[in-house]
């Protein structure tokens, strides 16, 4: 197989129910990835007896230098740095065996459990099925029927002595160990290195500058102009005798971290109470580490206490008997409404997550344990932005629900008798419920015709929110975000004709990796499946009784574990259906070795960086390596993380930065007809060990190739060599490219005929040139290997051929058109900001991606960046939090005998920790019979983004006037069919149903996307970025670049104002994209997405333009204005907190461009009017004329 | 009776047409397999892609032969899938090897769906073309 790191996620092989032995099923996860690779280790020092001494914590000292300089095992820190997992691993988990049997019945000397009640379950699993499950059996279940036939289950805890739950106040629940990432020990390490410096060695030099020749001249076949410089010549030399083994010390460091997260979890139940215990609140403990990636950057911390007495107090206010279910719900809410909006916060508050599981794999927390979960209890810092006008899709009263996921408050709420009482089975009641329409007024709503000709403002007055699955109140609440999983038709026709009839496509959005401000994790010996098409277990199974469930996507009946039985949350036993798996649709599986077929990779970072001529000119080099430079210590992975660099022009420079040397290395390969790799072991170097030398690196790079005059640029021969230095690992490689690549294999030419950039006839080459690049991005991704592409072009430089080496490798793409640091300072900080975000976001490596549905959908096709290994399987060798993916469905057997519909994605990948885990996602939608009923519940964002993506392929496959006119054929359809399926309908016109009335206003702004438009200036580049962009960005993203948000900000009122913390951030009401809605005397944002524009009218007032922009008039305010002044009138800051509310929603942070009536830059603001005509297309009215002519009668 | 060389070249076309036949049994399974699942489709493009030229040189061969034996029927019905072998090879994606087949499309529902019915049609057709070879050479044995 040609992927290695793709891993069993479909073979029932692996899959093992160990439900029997506790302790006995950590040997065979801990062996298990070794034992099929013996290969890939050299026996030599990885095998070979290792010094005795290093399994143990406190040996770094006496540590000998590793890594000799010429040292030969190819890949040679890699396997070091994985023995040193593995190491760990045992290290940290025998303990846990001998642990395991006992931790709650005696005590052993770690305090945390003493704590435990002693209600607490016993150990093993041996003694739960004994004893308390008869008990619990008769209870519960002596009369199944009854118990899962009424729909109502009024709080009788009563009901069950045998389940007595913690009693509260006492640190019930399961209290986490919560050790810090090892990071902490590593700033004495450096200090060693550091000092260790000044024991400067010129002797060593020349061994140095020898070294590296001797492999050099190594392959004379190839005619090499072997030459190599030394960059600085200081000839200091670093000792290495320090290693880092902070992974060592979790275990002596464990109990500290159970100490203070216990202290953590009485602070949070005690109410209102916010104060941080000493040790901090939990959040504050966990992103206290300083080398925990995300969580200090983005300023999480400064919020983290904020959010957890958020997260108290609002348990707090609410009424003594509904307490708990308020609080989950609010936070449920927020987890589905809030999570992932933002980027600024959401990528701290994911890295909790990492942190726990990493505790849990330290070994405080035995791995024999019964099913243990281990979730985040934390309020997101951005809690209170409530989202108000989602509020009422998810109400707040919280008397109906009892099935209220109880798995948010981990951290030992009290009174979890609530939830101890039986509650209907969610898919039970979605049998009956289900299909029934429950909210018709909305959907008379939804329904009602509209003459697109006569109605004039069909915006809402807020951006369009997903449309409500009609569900039962119970299946809604558990429903996975819309921001994560949407479908186009959220009421899935029944058959395959009644969606021809429909003339929709169906089709669902994911965005699966997406930051998340909560997430349930979920470590467990078992991770139980249906037995036959493998569905991780979600909330819309069907328990028949307590022994067995029913799949729902195939209606297999399996049989429930009885791991499974435990409920970690509650520590009560015999509630399979309250466990957090079937109580989240969007849960995080700590996957075992039998999901792996490696060991799982580190986190390896590539930059392959152009510096030739043209590069030097655009001057990004400087830009990047400061940008590298800051986040360096941001770059998400662990101890084991490397990084290597490369350059070229028309050569392929190396960099040798292994530890011990003075400074870095450069070895420079000019048969780029065969590039090959001088050397093996030092090029790709551990981040921590070497990060002196990839600091002077960095700071001296964009020197070194000031003055160069190379203009060629061997793009593809650097390729191969990062293939080649990437292999044995994967990894993401990170490509800067500044032109066409002129020289050595995947060479191009231009294509582009300036003079047809404005053809109305067709656009030709947006297909790929050649499929070299589409080749090395298939072998990368068999590799595991990443490639994001950074386009700094000012000329064309053919990115529909070079893209093609992301799309297929699950990269990304980045274009910066005509980028220079000095004439572009827009694109400029453009660049900075998304290297920022780029380069700290989170990671998941060697990935793939399975979509499962109800049996009888099928998937058809799916839109993305990745490679498409089976049918319904995605393998991504990257996966980033910030890309989406699309996927078209075809009902394949009609679906008339379910009334639920289900989709689950599940993504197996790699954490930068080196975690196996799998991140499932589940959506559940109605399955209906009438075309009403679907045209009711269609969603037509999701529609308009799924039909985008459908036109691009088409455009490329095909032709570009071909999509266009499909696009326009979708709408003629869809309002024919809407007009044939309603017969009594009167009016003449464009008529269309109320949700889908923004319909042929979306396709029209499709229609004038760069993308897709003809007869406007387009340069080749720029429109196949479009395309790209089209194809990876999530849906909220996409839908504000196709049709822009437009506001009012001089006359803002505080009219359904959201309150955010102290903050009021004004909603001002959506404008149609119009130019006559720009009157002359107002101030406008316009919200594309990833760009401001903040448009000042010629007549606007002078206190808006003296309190907002600090000019004193019209005239006055500077041209090239790019922020909005941070003055303190009361106008600036609800401006100030709008913009900041804005940007919050989104991963990369998009620049301000102040646009004045008269400038030049006002034809970039009005092309983006898109109801207005333009010189080459169609108004709005215009096209709805159009509609209706060609409409047949 | 006589052995002519339009009995020649029918006898010819018999057996490569079993050929074929044997080719078309193959693209059947091989897609079959990418659609179950068990084969990666880099791999299944790489088994695939060597036989496309093959197969259509043999057919272009033996229409060749059919032409020069002057049996114009027996080539006028070759025609269209001549001209359809053609017509598939021009209007294959951007590739730097022999081949059809592009892995990174190849698992789209459409083209899947579209390779497996030609593999059935031009199974129909070998088979059919078959019969009629022994037909064919069976009649211009007796008749001349």
């Not at chain 1, 139940?269 to 901090?280: K, T």
């Not at chain 1, 005998?897 to 939608?925: E, N, P």
């Not at chain 2, 052995?3 to 076309?13: K, P, R």
Request: net charge negative; with cysteine.
């Amino acid at each position: 197989m040609s992927a290695p790191g793709f891993t069993n996620t479909d073979s029932s092989a692996g899959y093992s129910p160990n439900s029997t032995s506790n302790g006995g099923s950590a040997p065979p996860c801990q062996n298990g990835p070794l034992l099929p690779h013996p290969s890939m280790y050299p026996p030599a020092g990885y095998y070979g007896a290792p010094p005795p001494q290093q399994s143990y914590p406190g040996y770094a000292a006496s540590a000998p230098s590793k890594a000799s300089l010429t040292s030969s095992g190819r890949g040679h820190t890699y396997y070091q740095n994985s023995h040193r997992q593995q190491q760990q691993q045992q290290q940290t988990q025998l303990p846990q065996q001998h642990v395991a049997p006992s931790p709650y019945t005696a005590p052993p000397p770690r305090q945390p459990y003493a704590t435990v009640p002693s209600s607490a379950p016993p150990p093993s699993n041996a003694q739960y099925s004994q004893q308390p499950f008869p008990q619990q059996h008769q209870t519960l279940y002596a009369n199944p029927g009854s118990y899962y036939g009424q729909p109502s289950y009024g709080a009788s805890p009563a009901r069950h002595p045998g389940l007595v739950s913690p009693p509260a106040g006492s640190p019930g629940a399961p209290v986490y160990p919560n050790v810090s990432y090892p990071s902490a020990p590593a700033s004495g390490q450096y200090g060693a290195l550091s000092s260790s410096k000044s024991v400067s060695g010129p002797g060593v030099l020349s061994t140095q500058m020898g070294a590296p020749l001797h492999q050099f001249s190594a392959p004379p076949g190839y005619g090499v102009a072997a030459e190599h410089q030394t960059v600085n010549g200081k000839g200091s030399t670093v000792q290495n005798n320090t290693h880092h083994h902070q992974h060592y010390d979790q275990s002596p460091q464990a109990p500290h971290g159970y100490n203070s997260y216990s202290g953590g979890t009485q602070s949070s139940r005690g109410g209102a109470d916010g104060e941080p215990p000493p040790s901090g609140t939990p959040s504050a403990s966990v992103h206290s580490s300083p080398g925990h990636h995300a969580g200090l950057q983005y300023g999480y911390v400064a919020n983290s206490g904020a959010s957890s007495a958020s997260a108290t107090t609002s348990a707090a206010a609410p009424s003594a008997s509904s307490t708990d279910d308020d609080d989950e719900e609010e936070e449920e809410d927020e987890d589905e409404e809030a999570g992932g909006d933002t980027s600024s916060s959401s990528t701290g508050s994911a890295s909790p997550v990492p942190n726990n599981y990493d505790s849990l794999e330290g070994g405080s927390y035995p791995d024999s344990m019964p099913p243990s979960n281990n979730m985040t209890n934390q309020a997101p810092p951005f809690g209170s932005y409530g989202y108000q006008s989602m509020q009422p899709a998810y109400p707040h009263a919280p008397a109906p629900h009892p099935d209220a996921s109880p798995s948010h408050n981990v951290y030992g709420q009290p009174g979890y008798q609530q939830y101890s009482q039986p509650f209907p089975n969610l898919s039970q009641l979605s049998a009956a419920l289900g299909g029934l329409s429950g909210v018709p007024e909305l959907e008379v709503e939804a329904l009602r015709p509209v003459n697109l000709l006569q109605e004039r403002n069909l915006l809402p007055p807020r951006p369009l929110e997903a449309p409500e699955p009609n569900l039962s109140p119970d299946l809604k609440k558990v429903n996975c975000s819309p921001q994560t999983f949407r479908c186009t038709l959220t009421s899935i026709p029944q058959t395959q004709a009644l969606l021809n009839k429909a003339r929709l496509p169906l089709g669902l959005l994911l965005h699966p990796f997406r930051d998340l401000q909560q997430l349930p994790v979920i470590t467990s010996n078992t991770i139980v499946r249906c037995r036959s098409c493998r569905t991780y277990i979600n909330p819309f199974v069907t328990f028949l009784d307590q022994r067995r469930w029913k799949c729902n996507l195939c209606y297999r009946v399996n049989d429930v574990p009885d791991e499974f039985m435990y409920n970690p949350v509650t520590r009560s036993y015999g509630e399979p259906h309250k466990r957090p798996e079937v109580q989240n649709s969007t849960v995080e599986f700590i996957a075992s070795s039998d999901y792996m077929l490696r060991p799982p990779q580190p986190a390896v970072y590539l930059f392959v960086l152009d510096v030739s001529h043209n590069a030097v000119e655009a001057g990004y080099l400087k830009y990047f390596c400061e940008s590298l430079l800051e986040n360096l210590d941001k770059l998400p992975g662990d101890a084991r993380t490397r990084v290597g660099f490369l350059t070229f022009d028309s050569t392929v420079h190396f960099y040798n930065l292994q530890e011990g040397l003075s400074q870095p290395q450069m070895l420079v390969v000019s048969d780029i007809d065969d590039v090959f790799i001088p050397t093996h072991d030092s090029l790709m170097v551990n981040l921590k060990e070497s990060k002196e030398l990839v600091k002077e690196l960095l700071s001296s790079l964009p020197a070194m190739f000031s003055h160069s005059r190379e203009t060629h640029s061997a793009l593809g021969p650097a390729l191969q060599a990062a293939f080649k230095l990437m292999s044995p690992t994967g990894g993401r490689v990170s490509v800067f490219q500044t032109q066409l690549p002129t020289l050595g294999a995947g060479k191009l030419q231009s294509r582009e005929d300036p003079n047809q950039r404005s053809s109305t006839k067709g656009v030709q080459h947006l297909g790929p040139a050649t499929d070299f690049y589409k080749k090395l991005a298939l072998d990368c991704s068999g590799q595991q290997i990443g490639v994001d592409l950074f386009l700094l072009s000012s000329q064309y430089a053919d990115l529909a051929s070079l893209a093609c080496v992301s799309k297929y490798s699950a990269g990304s793409v980045f274009y910066y058109p005509s980028f220079h640091c000095v004439h572009n300072p827009a694109q400029l900080e453009k660049f900075q900001r998304d290297l920022d975000r780029y380069l700290t976001r989170k990671i998941g490596f060697e990935a793939v991606m399975r979509i499962r549905c109800t049996k009888g959908l099928s998937i058809h096709t799916f839109h993305g960046n990745f490679f498409v290994r089976s049918t319904d399987l995605l393998s991504l060798a990257n996966v980033n939090p910030d890309s989406a993916f699309a996927v078209q469905m075809s009902i394949e057997d009609s679906l008339a005998d379910s009334s639920l519909a289900c989709f689950q994605a599940a993504l197996l990948y790699t954490s930068s920790k080196g975690k196996r885990r799998i991140r499932v996602h589940t959506l559940c939608l109605p399955v209906v019979s009438q075309l009403s009923d679907v045209y009711a519940g269609a969603d037509v964002q999701a529609i308009t983004c799924l039909l985008a993506n459908m036109a691009i392929d088409r455009s490329i496959s095909s032709s570009l006037s071909d999509a266009r006119d499909a696009l326009v054929n979708a709408v003629m359809d869809f309002v024919s069919a809407y007009k044939s399926s309603v017969s009594n309908l009167q009016q003449s016109g464009v008529v269309v149903p109320a949700a889908m009335r923004l319909f042929p206003l979306y396709i029209l702004a499709l229609l004038k996307q760069k993308a897709l438009r003809t007869g406007t200036s387009t340069r080749l580049d720029e429109r196949t970025f479009a395309m790209c962009e089209f194809k990876t960005q999530p849906l909220p993203q996409l839908m504000r670049m196709l049709h822009p948000d437009l506001y009012r900000l001089d006359n803002m009122s505080d009219q359904g104002a959201l309150h955010l913390n102290d903050t009021v951030v004004p909603q001002p009401h959506l404008l149609h994209l119009s130019a006559e809605r720009l009157s002359r005397d107002g101030a406008f944002l316009m919200d594309c997405g990833n760009v401001f524009y903040l448009w000042i009218s010629k007549c606007c007032s002078e206190t808006f333009i003296r309190d907002v922009l600090g000019c004193s008039d019209y005239a006055s305010i500077p041209p090239n204005m790019s922020r909005v002044p941070e003055l303190q009138t009361p106008l600036s800051e609800r401006v100030r907190a709008f913009l900041d509310w804005l940007q919050d929603n989104r991963a990369f942070s998009s620049p301000i461009h102040l646009v004045k009536d008269d400038a030049s830059a006002k034809a970039t603001l009005f092309q983006h009017l898109v109801e207005d005509r333009s010189d080459s297309a169609s108004s709005y009215h215009e096209f709805l004329q159009h509609i209706q002519q060609q409409m047949p009668k | 009776m006589a052995f002519t060389f339009a009995a020649f070249c029918y006898m010819l076309a018999l057996l490569l047409t079993a050929a074929l036949i044997f080719f078309a049994i193959w693209h059947i399974i091989a897609f079959d397999e990418l659609k179950t699942d068990y084969k990666n489709p880099i791999d299944q493009c790489n088994t695939l892609n060597p036989l496309v030229l093959p197969e259509y040189l043999i057919h272009v061969f033996f229409c060749v032969m059919f032409l020069c034996a002057a049996e114009w029927l027996t080539l006028f019905l070759n025609l269209p899938l001549l001209a359809y072998h053609v017509w598939r090879y021009v209007s294959r994606p951007v590739m730097s090897c022999p081949g059809l087949y592009d892995p990174t499309t190849i698992m789209n529902a459409d083209i899947l769906a579209y390779c497996q019915k030609e593999g059935w049609c031009k199974l129909a057709f070998y088979l059919l073309s078959f019969f009629y070879y022994l037909y064919g050479m069976i009649y211009v044995l007796v008749s001349s």
